[in-house]
């Protein structure tokens, strides 16, 4: 589902940022919809992410029951395990519920 493409320059570090501010989930507990924004940072090696699926596969948190832990983890894993990059960060800062903003942050070592 996670598509890649050969790094144009694999000899070089160099860092991609993407976000994505309009990101959904489902709080498993509440049934009610979480917003947040996901930005992803990775220095790739020799693949990188392809956006269209990327785009794609995030719709699909749309309608699952997840907490935000687990769909920032879920996020890491899929996306290293798809292009291996030499690092790589995912963030999620979500709104705020009940007055309380969360943001987690997951590395690959």
Same mark, same amino acid.
């Given at each position: ?27 498993p507990k ?12 990775y220095v790739? /090696?020799k693949r ?10 995030? %719709?699909? @948190?749309?309608? $699952? &029951? ?11 894993? /899929? ?12 963030? %999620?800062? @979500?709104?705020? $519920? &009940? ?11």
């Amino acid at each position: 589902m996670l598509e890649t493409f050969d790094n144009p320059r694999p000899e070089r570090d160099y860092e991609i940022e993407i976000v994505c501010p309009e990101f959904t989930s489902v709080c498993p507990k509440t049934g009610l919809p979480d917003f947040g924004t996901i930005t992803i940072r990775y220095v790739p /090696d020799k693949r990188c992410v392809e956006l269209k699926s990327l785009k794609y596969y995030l %719709g699909e @948190f749309r309608n $699952r &029951g997840i907490f935000y832990e687990a769909a920032v983890n879920a996020i890491l894993d /899929d996306l290293a395990t798809a292009c291996e990059p030499r690092t790589m960060t995912i963030e %999620g800062a @979500f709104t705020a $519920r &009940g007055g309380i903003t969360t943001k987690v942050v997951a590395k690959t070592p």
